[in-house]
């Protein structure tokens, strides 16, 4: 399996849901304080989370809150202000096919990279580069069907508003493994993961 471990994934999951300090994220996870603090490095380093000092009321030291990092950034907030403007100029079949051109590229990139492999192998090299890309992805079999699963959204502020991001990730999916896809959750949804069923 691709990805973040489970224990990584219960803290980022948390932490998407609401931030918390070393000492709450201590007592929800069930692990020492100091795994946590060991986890929330390596999810700092990954650009994951982010840590922030919040006065506590009273007298006392500053508390270190953390946060997972799926908030909009400028540059989020440039490409969301273009797809609007191309909404507006053009309808929102054309958002659509502009995301199309973008899946047909890494269909070109992608399709000699799994080309003859089995479906298994398909699946693992696509959670391989998905998790490049920043998603956390991993395949797994479960109850006869295989599954692609996403524990991480890096365009969640654009999908969030532009459903079209997701109906084309779908359809890119499709297309590379040759077999139907069903996506059965989505964080931009509200979702714990982006799962795909396949098959």
């Known amino acids: 399996m691709v990805g973040l471990s489970d224990t990584k994934l219960r803290i980022l999951e948390h932490l998407r849901q609401s931030p918390a300090t070393v000492a709450e994220l201590s007592e929800r996870m069930g692990i020492s304080k100091v795994a946590v603090h060991r986890h929330l490095e390596d999810l700092s380093r990954e650009g994951l989370v982010r840590g922030r000092e919040e006065k506590c009321a009273g007298r006392g030291r500053p508390r270190q809150v953390f946060s997972a990092v799926d908030e ?29 051109l973008r899946n047909t590229r890494l269909l070109n990139e992608l399709t000699p990279q799994l080309e003859g492999l089995p479906l298994a192998d398909k699946l693992c090299r696509l959670a391989e580069y998905l998790t490049e890309q920043g998603y956390q992805a991993r395949c797994y079999q479960q109850d006869g069907y295989w599954y692609l699963e996403q524990n991480r959204c890096p365009k969640l502020a654009l999908s969030t508003e532009h459903y079209e991001f997701c109906q084309t990730e779908q359809e890119l999916y499709q297309q590379l493994l040759g077999l139907p896809v069903v996506r059965e959750e989505r964080i931009a949804a509200g979702g714990r993961c982006c799962r795909y069923r396949i098959g």
């Open 72 to 100: 909009q950034t400028p540059y989020v907030r440039l490409c969301s202000e273009l797809l609007e403007h191309i909404n507006d100029l053009f309808g929102r079949g054309a958002v659509l096919e502009v995301l199309s």
